[in-house]
């Protein structure tokens, strides 16, 4: 086992670098850099998400882009740079990194990155690290809850549907789960605003934020309960499409396995329905709902909070990611990317870990990586 861990550490590796390369690669076409962006702001105008200067200067996006007077072509790479000292440019071209190569800058990067020295935002005045650490909390609170209450629900009712299949209880639930799958977590998490949150109907639950303002002065019992209240809402309107992949991936499992011969051979010995279902089928049924915790966690951690966190005004990850690629605050961009990507990775490992810990039969040495 130690030498399939040490393969898969050093598979991590290439694997990593190439995603970084490929999103730097891209990042060198995309208009309006960081550079542009400041150009944008001193010349009073304001660049949209592609990069466009707009304002009503003279010296808009779409204007005659030439050179300075004296044949200095260096604002020619500008939009909107007419009029600037060219010296300057460079100076904002060398404090954001953008006097080298680019294949010096990659490399510099990732040098840096390897020894998990992410530097300083380039408009935020502090470092990398410490605003991704303050926006974390949101992030592992909507995650970790989601990930939790999506295995104790799906479970006990895939296991329930699996052993009633073809009833009306097993009908009626998967057709509850299929709508909920098919509503969009934005339009649900508005509709849970308009009635819940003081929209139209009910004030019972806030509208905004993690915590309440007055929240160091509660107690201990009193935080919890404040920090489930603000939860509810934003958990709610993630969940409602969470429960049917996961519930129909664990029922069609225990269905699998209870057909199975060896299933049939434990009744004939007289175990109980409870034995032979939770004492044989439930470990090798769950196989396969293990292999899915990795993409479960991750998607819970990341994929659509940005428009949860936005709706409920949640300053967690997805939001600052959002914000630092309009700003083209890369050194934001590229963090969360290392980071994201090196735990998914990690999490990948540890849920083929956590295979052989359940079924000590599967041996991944014996298997090619």
Same mark, same amino acid.
């Given at each position: 086992?130690?030498?399939? $861990?040490?393969?898969?550490?050093? /598979?991590?590796?290439? &694997? ?20 542009? +962006? ?27 882009? +030439? ?9 020619? %790479?500008?939009?909107?740079? +007419? ?6 440019? %460079?100076?904002?071209?060398? +404090?954001?990194?953008?006097? %080298? ?38 992030? $592992?609170? /909507?995650? /970790? ?26 009908? !009626? ?22 009635? #819940?949150?003081?929209?139209?109907? #009910?004030? !019972? ?23 489930? !209240? ?81 709706? #409920? ?7 600052? #990611?959002? %914000?630092? &690629? ?44």
């Amino acid at each position: 086992m130690g030498a399939y $861990i040490l393969k898969r550490i050093l /598979l991590m590796i290439p &694997t990593l670098i190439g995603i970084m390369l490929m999103t730097f690669a891209v990042i060198q076409f995309v208009p309006g850099g960081p550079v542009e +962006q400041v150009i944008a702001k001193m010349q009073g105008n304001d660049t949209d998400s592609t990069g466009r200067i707009s304002g009503n200067t003279g010296n808009e996006a779409g204007g005659n882009q +030439q050179a300075m007077p004296g044949g200095d072509s260096v604002n020619v %790479k500008y939009r909107g740079a +007419q009029g600037l000292d060219p010296e300057f440019i %460079k100076s904002l071209e060398k +404090q954001f990194g953008f006097d %080298k190569p680019a294949p010096e800058r990659f490399l510099l990067m990732m040098k840096d990155y390897f020894t998990f020295n992410f530097g300083q935002s380039y408009f935020r005045d502090r470092s990398v690290l410490s605003l991704i650490g303050e926006k974390l909390p949101v992030s $592992i609170s /909507l995650g /970790l809850w989601l990930t939790l209450i999506q295995y104790l629900v799906s479970i006990p009712l895939g296991i329930r549907k699996a052993v009633k299949d073809g009833s009306t209880f097993d009908v !009626w639930t998967s057709g509850v789960i299929i709508i909920g799958y098919a509503i969009p977590s934005f339009i649900f998490a508005i509709m849970l605003i308009v009635v #819940f949150a003081g929209g139209s109907y #009910f004030s !019972w639950f806030p509208l905004r934020g993690l915590t309440s303002d007055n929240f160091e002065q509660m107690s201990f019992f009193g935080k919890m309960a404040d920090y489930a !209240w603000h939860l509810t809402l934003p958990l709610f309107a993630m969940a409602i499409g969470s429960f049917a992949t996961m519930t129909m991936l664990t029922k069609n499992s225990f269905l699998d396995e209870i057909r199975k011969q060896y299933v049939t051979t434990a009744r004939a010995k007289g175990l109980s329905e409870r034995q032979v279902l939770y004492g044989h089928v439930f470990r090798n049924a769950m196989l396969l709902v293990i292999a899915g915790f990795p993409g479960a966690f991750i998607g819970a951690f990341f994929a659509s909070s940005l428009l949860i966190e936005t709706i #409920f005004s949640l300053d967690g990850l997805g939001y600052l #990611f959002f %914000k630092a &690629t309009l700003d083209r605050d890369y050194p934001i961009v590229f963090a969360s990317l290392y980071i994201f990507t090196l735990m998914g990775l990690v999490v990948q490992l540890v849920s083929d870990l956590t295979y052989t810990w359940i079924d000590p039969r599967i041996d991944f040495e014996k298997r090619d990586v």
